[in-house]
């Protein structure tokens, strides 16, 4: 696990709180206010900045992010565009905030993954999420990421069986991201009553921190799952509060959250 990823779960814990893993996208709606956002969500209390880059076929995302997906891509929003001139200025914002990169595998792939491994470093990239590489199908891009110091984030589905779950888990870097939902991100009312359950077998087999995240979107869905996983990650109901309200109010959001996440 990178050490900045480490530090930050850490630092959580030590003040007796679930971490906010908080998620938006690069470029919406444009380059430079994506920046606002990333920083007043750190100002609300995130522990952890998910960076979405936009693909064309968000196949993981609800409505919201995928309307948040067209207008960075309008926006001119490409991975280059966001190492080169978001990541820097949100690193520069917020220096001792672990940043993470969620897209799909198309768009690394077409950079290049040993490329993208290296730039991502150099920018301070610290781990990358990408829903739709299989566990079965990550090994070079694993071996580019380890070679860099990029952890690759694994997933872990509700339909992954346990057996499966345990051994994403065991094998992981950076930390393991438990889907709570079946189905894209988005904004529920409740959470699947087996939950705890699942989150309890991947924490017993995992050597890194576990997460909740798709469906998380205030401190009353955030809070059962403290006593079960290390932190959780917000995405739509950051994103649809940002691009109603502007940064002001992921801010707010991201505090009212971190209210609900301590032990």
Do not use: W
Not at 48 to 66: K, N, T
Not at 93 to 111: G, H, S
């Amino acid at each position: 696990m990178s050490a900045e990823l480490g530090k930050a779960f850490a630092r959580a814990k030590a003040r007796g709180e679930g971490a906010l893993v908080a998620y938006a996208m690069a470029g919406d709606p444009d380059l430079p206010k994506s920046v606002e956002v990333f920083a007043a969500m750190v100002e609300g209390g995130a522990d952890v900045l998910e960076i979405g880059v936009a693909f064309s076929d968000p196949i993981a995302d609800g409505p919201v992010i995928q309307a948040a997906s067209e207008r960075a891509l309008k926006a001119g929003a490409t991975l280059r565009r966001v190492l080169d001139e978001v990541v820097p200025e949100v690193r520069r914002r917020c220096p001792e905030t672990p940043l993470v990169i969620m897209t799909y595998v198309n768009v690394i792939m077409a950079m290049g993954e040993e490329r993208y491994a290296k730039l991502a470093r150099e920018r301070g990239i610290a781990g990358t999420i990408l829903p739709d590489l299989p566990p079965e199908e990550s090994a070079s891009i694993r071996a580019a990421f380890d070679k860099e110091g990029v952890d690759l984030v694994p997933l872990c589905a509700p339909t992954t069986p346990p057996a499966r779950a345990e051994a994403i888990a065991k094998d992981a870097r950076g930390f393991v991201y438990c889907v709570s939902v079946a189905g894209v991100t988005g904004m529920r009312a409740e959470l699947p009553p087996d939950l705890s359950q699942r989150l309890d077998l991947v924490k017993r087999a995992a050597s890194v921190p576990v997460v909740a995240g798709f469906g998380i979107s205030n401190a009353e869905t955030a809070r059962p799952l403290v006593a079960h996983a290390d932190g959780v990650v917000v995405g739509s109901a950051l994103v649809k509060a940002a691009h109603a309200d502007g940064p002001a109010a992921a801010k707010q959001l991201c505090a009212d959250i971190k209210r609900g996440l301590k032990r």
